[in-house]
């Protein structure tokens, strides 16, 4: 692998792959994206496929989007498409729409060290700002790993790699472009990126690019809550949750995303916290591979549950009846983590409403279970339970009850709200546990 630097670009001949010796077809890139490289280059604009849309269509797999790169500036692309806005300060782009349908247009980016610092900036090595246009041999060293940067060009339909991106891509290796640790400090959501790729392809990190993420992990409290909320949905809603989920823990990155949850799964290593959150993740990544939909609600009251449950036990055990004392907890636990991940209401408040049907549960007397079964998150509480219950945290029994509930006639649910002896069972017994950490149990 050669060793780039990254203010001398001028020199490196790229390998070209001519379109008779590889196998990316146009039928697999989608309508828009074609007319969009069409139209660029009839205007005689460099239009180059890039990034992930070449990187899954060489290996065969579906890419999520398709983005271009052009050495058209913003400008320039948003006179050519009527259907395009502008976005972005950081990184400007273009985005040309078509319906719900949305072709990101990148300009060449480029490393001009002598430029306007309005236009670039770093901050303590990181960039706050990069809108210095260049070659595109510039902008395949300013991409983050080799794999992402090659190009397919509209003009010939060859393959343009200037990083040794097609080997990596061969033999299976996550590798950054230039000296890993500054393009870390540069963009720390670059380590985060690195481990959804390797999950995701069923990649190896190349050792020099692994190395700094047992390190580098709290650069990402310098990143906004905003940014980091995106990643991490892309990170557990990638089809690999519950692998990503292992290898952030493994190069403790979870902590620095999820603090609460990842001191609750320290203290009790191979307890019902870790089968639950393993579980659940295993549970969404099944569904995103079957194509149904998947609640990111779900998924957030899943990663939070375990200190949520831990606090509201807290709180019980100094008196309060155990509804407050959840939703006590979630505030709690909710305010400290929406510092670092800016979870949308339109998902914090069914999380909320997730946890706080949990005891719900446990009343099956009288008119409840029937007000229960018409809550508008009974459904998703519901599955919770059962996620609970699997992971040995809740009480089986209680799980199959609701089960059973459900599908009963009006006939079978009054048996079994009067005839089943639930009802008198004022509270459920504790569950098995090992007894907690004297860490744990401080009262505060
Ligand atoms: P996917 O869309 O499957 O998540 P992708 O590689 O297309 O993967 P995008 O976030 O869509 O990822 O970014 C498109 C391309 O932009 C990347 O392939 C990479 O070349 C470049 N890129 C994205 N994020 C960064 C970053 N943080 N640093 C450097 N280059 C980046
Ligand atoms: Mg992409």
Redesign the pocket.
């Given at each position: 692998m050669q060793a780039f630097d990254s203010h001398s670009t001028g020199t490196i001949q790229p390998v070209i792959v001519p379109r008779p010796q590889h196998h990316l077809s146009r039928a697999n890139i989608s309508d828009n994206a074609l007319k969009v490289l069409y139209r660029l280059r009839q205007e005689n604009f460099q239009a180059h496929l890039?990034?992930?849309?070449v990187?899954?269509l060489l290996l065969g797999h579906e890419?999520?989007?398709f983005?271009i790169a052009t050495d058209a500036t913003p400008e320039q692309v948003r006179q050519v498409f009527r259907n395009c806005r502008l976005i972005g300060r950081r990184f400007r782009l273009a985005h040309v729409h078509f319906g719900a349908d949305i072709v990101?247009v990148?300009t060449f980016r480029g490393c001009d060290v002598d430029a306007d610092p309005l236009d670039r900036r770093l901050e303590n090595g990181r960039i706050v700002r990069d809108n210095i246009y260049g070659t595109i041999a510039e902008d395949a060293l300013?991409?983050?790993?080799t794999i992402?940067?090659l190009y397919y060009d509209i003009a010939d339909f060859s393959l343009v790699d200037y990083v040794g991106g097609l080997a990596d891509l061969q033999a299976g290796v996550v590798r950054l472009i230039g000296d890993p640790e500054q393009?870390y400090r540069?963009?720390p959501?670059?380590m985060l990126?690195a481990v959804?790729?390797a999950c995701?392809l069923g990649f190896m990190i190349e050792p020099a690019t692994e190395r700094p993420l047992f390190s580098l992990g709290p650069l990402l409290a310098d990143i906004s809550p905003a940014r980091l909320f995106d990643e991490v949905l892309?990170l557990f809603q990638s089809g690999y949750g519950l692998e990503v989920f292992e290898k952030l823990r493994h190069y403790q990155l979870f902590g620095q995303l999820l603090p609460d949850t990842e001191r609750c799964l320290a203290h009790e290593e191979h307890g019902f916290p870790l089968t639950f959150v393993s579980r659940g993740l295993d549970n969404t990544d099944q569904r995103l591979r079957a194509r149904k939909p998947v609640a990111s609600a779900f998924l957030f009251a899943v990663l939070l549950w375990e200190p949520v449950r831990q606090r509201a036990e807290q709180l019980q055990n100094n008196g309060l009846a155990s509804l407050d004392a959840i939703l006590l907890a979630s505030s709690e636990v909710c305010q400290r983590q929406q510092r670092l991940i800016a979870i949308p209401k339109r998902y914090s408040l069914p999380m909320r409403d997730i946890w706080a049907l949990q005891p719900r549960f446990e009343h099956r007397d009288s008119k409840r279970p029937y007000r229960l079964l018409t809550h508008p998150r009974f459904r998703a509480a519901y599955d919770f339970l059962v996620l609970r219950a699997e992971a040995g945290e809740a009480e089986s029994e209680l799980a199959e009850w609701w089960t059973r509930f459900q599908a009963a006639s009006a006939s079978e649910r009054n048996n079994m709200i009067t005839g089943s002896g639930a009802a008198k069972r004022r509270r459920r017994p504790r569950p098995r546990r090992r007894p907690a950490p004297a860490a744990l149990k401080t009262d505060n």
């Open positions: 890039v990034g992930g849309g990187r899954d890419p999520k989007d983005d990101e990148a300013r991409r983050d790993f992402n940067a393009r540069e963009d959501v670059r990126r959804r790729f995701k892309k």
